[in-house]
T-cell receptor
Framework: EAGVAQSPRYKIIEKRQSVAFWCNPISGHATLYWYQQILGQGPKLLIQFQNNGVVDDSQLPKDRFSAERLKGVDSTLKIQPAKLEDSAVYLC????????????FGPGTRLTVT | AQKITQTQPGMFVQEKEAVTLDCTYDTSDQSYGLFWYKQPSSGEMIFLIYQGSYDEQNATEGRYSLNFQKARKSANLVISASQLGDSAMYFCAMREGGNTGKLIFGQGTTLQVKP
């Protein structure tokens, strides 16, 4: 079974530029999560989708971050404009059901904002 | 509010010995789940073990076991017979009992296994 796929793996941009990350969850997984992991900290949930609907985006900085999951499969996370403090690893995870079972994580995208 | 605390920023263990990584949690939910993940330097989060709040037996998965003490709100990870490949960051996480099921992570513990 293929795991969670993410691209790109690494991205370096200047502040005020925009960037987009892509995630393809495990086939059949209805729930998709985007986490932000700042160096030295645990991951923090940014947004959670159930199929193509948003379940939780309370921690998403909506003035600059946006995410979508068209057709309930792939998802993209966008930052526009980027700030220095957005430098982090962005992890995508998926699970069969949001109330049970483990979340499977992708390899992450390491973003550096200069 | 739900919170996970990992008080050991870094740990060392000799190869082939056992090591315990501490995790305490705070929640007012009756139903919740506790997870441990391993994050090697490559960055991917690898699921290790899960304990449900109503599970009476401590969870075990191969060399990993979870020492679940509900009254003390602790969920320590025990790794037996440490291997060099166990060197990584380890995160304790809690799934809320509510509608979202999102995970709340601790700060992590860096484990280094010495040959």
């Amino acid at each position: 079974e293929a795991g969670v796929a993410q691209s790109p793996r690494y991205k370096i941009i200047e502040k005020r530029q925009s960037v987009a990350f892509w995630c393809n969850p495990i086939s059949g997984h209805a729930t998709l999560y985007w986490y932000q992991q700042i160096l030295g900290q645990g991951p923090k949930l940014l947004i959670q989708f159930q199929n193509n609907g948003v379940v939780d985006d309370s921690q998403l900085p909506k003035d600059r971050f946006s995410a979508e999951r068209l057709k309930g499969v792939d998802s993209t996370l966008k930052i526009q404009p980027a700030k220095l403090e957005d430098s982090a690893v962005y992890l995508c995870a998926s699970s069969l059901d949001r109330r049970s079972g483990e979340q499977y994580f992708g390899p992450g995208t390491r973003l550096t904002v200069t | 509010a739900q919170k996970i605390t990992q008080t050991q920023p870094g740990m060392f263990v000799q190869e082939k010995e056992a090591v315990t990584l501490d995790c305490t949690y705070d929640t007012s939910d009756q139903s919740y789940g506790l997870f441990w993940y391993k994050q090697p330097s490559s960055g991917e989060m690898i699921f290790l073990i899960y304990q449900g709040s109503y599970d009476e037996q401590n969870a075990t998965e191969g060399r990993y076991s979870l020492n679940f003490q509900k009254a003390r709100k602790s969920a320590n990870l025990v790794i037996s017979a440490s291997q060099l490949g166990d060197s990584a960051m380890y995160f304790c996480a809690m799934r809320e009992g509510g509608n979202t099921g999102k995970l709340i992570f601790g700060q992590g513990t860096t484990l280094q296994v010495k040959p």
